[in-house]
């Protein structure tokens, strides 16, 4: 059987090699630790220009091209991230061992726990795809959260499913999933995130005050 360059096939063995070797470039760039959102950024702006069929370099290449641009807001959002985190789980060990009405931090750590979802899901892909400064990336997240929040919840179950598949079965799929799961989560995200650019930047504007229209704010 003689299998053509262009045939579904031979290009589905391409991108599966592509999103590996992306696996392993996010995890190289993840490895100051600081360096994590860049890193997650990075791998965005390529798997969003896959979403798009329009890849023009290689992996490689556009992965530390991207890598590179986005340390000065990648960092921030590493660190901001990493200190919420570690309130959250402040809270919950003081729900846990504290005795008396400890619910109050419960709540804390629930309310902070979705501040932090709300605000972070879409930043990432935000940052990878356009210019814009932190603060409103942020601020756009939690407005796509809200704007779109069924279909968010429907990504969030897929990126729960995902998880849960290679961390809860056997001893060989959590090995396989380090090899990867990040890629395949941000890949899958890349995937949902995408068709809502598209409405997103067609509409121009949205009554939530989400606008791709500003000085200053343009698609990389």
């Known amino acids: 059987m003689n299998l053509k360059v262009d ?4 290009q589905a063995g391409i991108r599966l090699v592509d999103l590996l070797i992306l696996n392993l470039l996010w995890a190289v760039g993840c490895l100051p630790v600081v360096t994590a ?3 997650t950024i990075a791998a965005f702006t390529v798997t969003l220009k896959m979403a798009e069929q329009r890849e023009s370099s290689g992996v490689f290449a ?3 091209t991207a890598y590179g641009k986005n340390l000065k807001h990648g960092i921030p959002l590493t660190l901001i991230f990493a200190v919420v985190a570690y309130g959250i789980w402040l809270d919950l060990q003081l729900f846990r061992n504290l005795e008396g009405n400890t619910i ?3 709540i804390v750590a629930i309310l902070a726990g979705f501040f932090l979802l709300m605000h972070y899901i879409y930043v990432f892909p935000l940052e990878a795809r356009y210019a814009n400064t932190m603060l409103r990336s942020l601020a756009n997240s939690r407005r796509i959260f809200v704007r779109f929040f069924v279909r968010t919840l429907g990504l969030m179950g897929i990126l729960v499913i995902q998880v849960l598949l290679f961390t809860q079965i056997n001893t060989v799929l959590l090995y396989i999933g380090l090899f990867c799961l990040p890629i395949l989560m941000i890949y899958t995200t890349s995937q949902v995130i995408m068709p809502i ?3 997103i930047e067609k509409d121009g504007a949205a009554s939530d005050g989400f606008s791709i229209d500003r000085e200053g704010y343009s698609i990389h």
Do not use: E
């Open 37 to 39: 959102g860049a890193s």
């Open 104 to 106: 109050g931090f419960l």
């Open 197 to 199: 650019f598209r409405k």
């Open 62 to 64: 556009a992965f530390w």
């Open 7 to 10: 045939s579904p096939v031979i």
